[in-house]
């Protein structure tokens, strides 16, 4: 019944980075949008990277410069490489997949920048 998994959350020093990996169901067809939200308590969820159609990437200017996301439609996946890892970078994580029918949400990964 999962649509999407995801891996690669955990904990991090300042500086560091993360990799998180999302693998949607080969059961969803035609996907539009793949990527990354995030929300930390008490705030709204925001948007943090997408990628769209043909490959055209849009990244929230809080992370830009920092996370790089890339996909591998073989296996119907997405990835979002996370560098110099700030405290306020400290969130749950979501993936989320836009098809031509519908919009699919992961369970979502913590992702916790201290020292």
């Known amino acids: 019944q999962v649509q999407l998994v995801e891996s690669g959350g955990g904990l991090v020093q300042p500086g560091g980075s993360l990799r998180l990996s999302c693998e949607a169901s080969r059961n969803i067809l035609r996907i539009i949008v793949m990527g990354w939200y995030r929300q930390a308590p008490g705030k709204e969820r925001e948007l943090v990277a997408q990628?769209?159609?043909?490959?055209?990437?849009n990244y929230a200017d809080s992370v830009k410069g920092r996370f790089t996301l890339s996909r591998d439609n073989a296996k119907n996946s997405v990835y979002l490489q996370m560098n110099s890892l700030k405290p306020e970078d400290t969130s749950v994580y979501y993936c989320?997949?836009?098809?031509?029918?519908?919009?699919?949400w992961g369970q979502g990964t913590q992702v916790t920048v201290s020292s």
């Open positions: 989320y997949v836009q098809s031509s029918v519908r919009d699919y």
């Open positions: 990628i769209i159609g043909g490959g055209r990437t």
